[in-house]
């Protein structure tokens, strides 16, 4: 009865106390802290009360809570409980709202009286009665629920069989479902609803859709889960359909495993309609999504039964979000996010890693105006910079003319079948993927008239790394085009750098030699020092032509005055070397020589030749026979472009020459033999690396590849690379070993074998014999390895007279079992055991006999 108290916190037990109950006469904030209140019911006589987190047991035979006259009353995570035909409520002509309670009644009666115009507004509680109704609304009172809670338990009280809510079903807009654990059920959404989880439930193959007037439904926190299905029809957890948009779906979580069938998954789906779903925000998903299927998708948006309309979606988010995909179809498809006919997209921060046949992290087909950023994309474990569509030309192509200088764009794996050249006028890296040149090549040796995969221009730096390039005949693999500097005789010309690129034909009958690697085409005669072309660990098609220069003047061209004198010819011949190991051979020089003749083919001596080389210009005069020699080394892979030249002078006219040096990788050798193993010993596995020439390699990355895992080491001096394995299932392995290359050595890969066995095991099982009158007859059984090991805590099992019996053998590998058999006759009896991962099976027959 005391005034201005705004809070009382109740701590520790209540019980046995001589007060018949606790009446509340104001406004207060009750909040219990581990409290326990036995036997004392509440009068609430008075409006704005918070009864918190009290946990009240009534078992005199009275109600709990009696409410008159009140309102604004909050009952917020209590626990009720009540043994008797009583109520934990009962309200006359009062207003409470309830969120987070637990009632119980332990009898045949309702938990809560709602009488004489009461109002309950009723969030997300838990009655549990024995009666059939758990709220009794009396007399014009209200019941308005804005949490309802459905189940496998109850959805067939909420929902028909088509997924939709009863007629008579009280829902309204904006009121909010919690789904507790589902199985088999289809939920269709109709009215803007909060959808959220109860109590980290697990939703299994079951769909949500969204449609008509679904529009600002939110759906948070759901898990869906997928596993050990065969799908026979296409299936999604969420469905949005019929344009229905201002949606939010957000930290839920899409599990799907074991999953087999022709048909399609999409965890997220919008499908196509003639109205288009607009601001839908897909933001913090996860997607774990795995199979062998037809396709696998987290996110898509697509036609379906309908016309190709324009704007499936409009202005989508998909923000933040964690895809992983891994479809093991041979032909199956995976997509990260898959849209088409939409407008203005926002797809950022997403972390996707797509694993498939045909695998892509973001396909986007038909899409105007969508605003992509930091995403980090994985295609079958290969970074990948590429928002993919019907036409790859247009995707790479995209890709580069929004990169910025100095950026790389990654094409991961994928193949990508060229219809038309790429541009690239800025410098920057290309890495990976697999380019099949679609593009109509022809063999007319005017430049302009061929269609390489590539062209590059200006001053710019341009890096091809670890590309597949896939070429037909007279196919060209770059166009460099150099132009005029502000000079009179400058030039300016972009670098090309191949690094890592597998050059192959289309097929066997490609000409090698109609294949062209770069033609650079120039506006005016090349007297500076040009490189711009440099090859490194790259395999080239044999016969290609790797280097070719073209000049083409036009009336703007600053001309350059030639000596009228006599004219001279350089004459070069192409080197072509296999590198040598610095550490095994030293420093190994070979020479380039070049001859410098006049029109008569008469030597010229003492001349100087000018030779660009390696990025240097070197200046080496003539002998006496005309010939200029470069040193160059051999101790490393490279293709190199040089270009000869004699600028002429007061009896001689000017001439140049192109000239190709070529030092080829070494193919080494990779020797690894087959291997056996029992299942629990020990496993090393050993890979011995030679030159060409039989010498031994030390200090060299040798990887082992064995069930999808990776083992590496370095060759030691005598040229052995060993690693440990662990390998625990009896069966043949199939190890890949390999060197990845590197400036001397070629890439090498071998296989061989590694057999694992289960342990031979025995056993030893003696002759018994007992007297009939012996109560107690047992036999005994010893199991051991062959090699005389004994096992323990392995299961034995004795047939006698028909009869099994079972033992586990102690840790000298002996079992040993009572049996019951009372004839006086011999026996026979057989031990078997089983075997198991490690061990084989085995078995020995004895005899028994009873006198």
Do not use: C, W
Not at 353 to 373: H, Q, W
Not at 550 to 574: L, P, Q, R, V, W
């Amino acid at each position: 009865d005391q005034k201005a108290i705004e809070n009382i916190i109740l701590k520790g037990e209540f019980a046995d106390l001589e007060v018949d109950s606790i009446t509340i006469n104001q406004g207060i904030h009750i909040l219990g802290v581990g409290s326990q209140i036995t036997d004392i019911p509440f009068n609430i006589n008075s409006s704005n009360i918070k009864i918190e987190n009290i946990t009240l047991s009534i078992k005199n035979g009275i109600d709990a809570f009696h409410l008159d006259n009140v309102e604004n009353i909050s009952f917020v995570n209590n626990t009720i409980t009540v043994d008797s035909l009583n109520y934990a409520l009962v309200l006359n002509n009062s207003k409470i709202n309830m969120v987070d309670n637990l009632i119980i009644i332990n009898e045949y009666n309702p938990a809560i009286l709602n009488d004489n115009g009461s109002y309950i507004l009723y969030g997300e509680n838990i009655i549990r009665t024995l009666a059939d109704i758990d709220i009794e609304s009396l007399n014009d009172s209200i019941l308005k629920i804005t949490v309802y809670i459905v189940s496998d338990d109850n959805y067939d009280s909420i929902f028909n069989s088509a997924g939709n809510f009863h007629d008579d079903f009280d829902i309204a807009i904006g009121d909010t479902l919690k789904i507790a654990n589902l199985t088999n059920k289809t939920i269709r959404i109709d009215i803007p609803l909060i959808i959220s989880s109860y109590k980290d439930s697990i939703i299994s193959n079951s769909t949500i859709i969204l449609e008509d007037m679904a529009s600002s439904t939110n759906i948070s926190d759901l898990r869906f889960k997928l596993e050990n299905t065969n799908l026979n029809k296409d299936f999604s957890f969420i469905i949005i359909k019929d344009g229905v948009s201002n949606l939010i779906i957000e930290n839920n979580h899409f599990d799907v495993s074991n999953l087999i069938g022709d048909s399609k998954l999409s965890a997220i789906k919008i499908i196509g309609s003639d109205e288009s779903a607009a601001n839908i925000r897909i933001l913090n998903n996860a997607f774990n999504l795995s199979g062998d299927s037809n396709s696998i998708s987290a996110i898509s948006a697509l036609n379906e039964g309908f016309s190709s309309y324009d704007d499936i979606t409009n202005a989508l988010t998909v923000l933040n979000n964690k895809i992983s995909i891994s479809n093991s179809r041979e032909d199956g498809f995976s997509y990260g996010i898959n849209l088409v006919n939409s407008l203005n997209p926002r797809i950022s921060s997403n972390s996707i890693d797509v694993i498939g046949d045909t695998a892509f992290g973001l396909y986007l087909n038909k899409v105007s105006r969508p605003d992509i950023a930091d995403n980090e994309i994985y295609e079958n474990n290969a970074l990948v910079s590429i928002v993919h569509s019907d036409n790859p030309t247009n995707d790479i192509q995209s890709a580069i003319d929004s990169a910025k200088d100095g950026d790389t764009i990654y094409l991961g794996n994928g193949l990508y079948a060229i219809k038309d050249s790429i541009t690239v006028n800025k410098s920057v890296s290309i890495v990976g993927g697999r380019l099949l040149d679609n593009i109509d090549s022809n063999s007319n040796p005017l430049v302009s008239n061929d269609n390489p995969l590539f062209i590059v221009s200006g001053k710019n730096t341009v890096n091809f790394i670890n590309m597949t390039l896939i070429l037909d005949n007279n196919d060209l693999f770059a166009l460099s085009k150099i132009s005029n500097s502000t000079n009179p005789v400058g030039i300016d010309y972009p670098t090309i750098n191949i690094n890592g690129a597998d050059f192959q034909k289309r097929n066997d009958a490609v000409d090698g030699e109609s294949i062209s690697l770069v033609k650079s085409i120039s506006e005016r005669p090349i007297f500076d020092s040009i490189n711009n072309v440099n090859i490194e660990n790259s395999n080239l098609i044999e016969g290609m032509s790797q280097a070719e220069y073209y000049m083409f003047n036009d009336s703007s061209s600053n001309e350059i005055n030639f000596n009228n004198g006599i004219k001279t010819i350089i004459m070069a011949k192409d080197l072509t070397f296999t590198a040598l190991d610095k550490d095994i051979y030293g420093n190994s020089i070979k020479y380039f020589e070049v001859k410098l003749l006049d029109e008569s083919n008469n030597p010229l001596s003492n001349r100087m030749i000018h030779i660009s080389y390696n990025n240097s210009i070197h200046d080496i005069l003539t002998d006496s026979n005309g010939v200029a020699k470069l040193p160059v080394s051999i101790n490393s892979y490279g293709i190199y472009n040089l270009l000869i030249s004699f600028l002429g002078d007061s009896d001689y006219s000017a001439s140049f020459a192109p000239g190709k040096v070529t030092v080829n990788k070494q193919k080494a050798s990779l020797t690894a033999p087959n291997k056996s193993y029992y299942v629990n010993a020990v496993k090393y596995l050993k890979a011995t690396f030679k030159d060409a020439n039989g010498k031994l390699i030390k200090n060299k990355k040798i990887s082992f590849i064995v069930s999808g895992k990776t083992y590496s080491a370095y060759t030691n001096s005598k040229g052995v690379a060993t690693v440990k394995v662990k390998l625990t299932v009896a069966k043949t392995y199939v190890v890949t070993v390999n060197y990845a290359g590197d400036s001397v050595y070629s890439p090498i890969s071998k296989s061989f074998k590694v057999y694992v066995k289960k342990v031979p095991t025995k056993l030893i099982v003696k002759n018994r014999s007992y007297k009939k009158s012996k109560k107690i007859k047992k036999l005994t059984a010893t199991l051991k390895t062959k090699s005389g090991k004994a096992l323990a805590k392995k299961k034995l099992t004795f047939i006698v007279n028909g009869k099994k019996y079972t033992a586990k053998t102690n840790k000298k590998g002996v079992a040993t079992v009572k049996v019951k058999v009372s004839n006086r006759k011999t026996y026979k009896f057989t031990v078997k055991f089983a075997g198991g991962s490690t061990y084989l099976k085995t078995s020995k027959k004895s005899k028994l006999k009873i006198k």
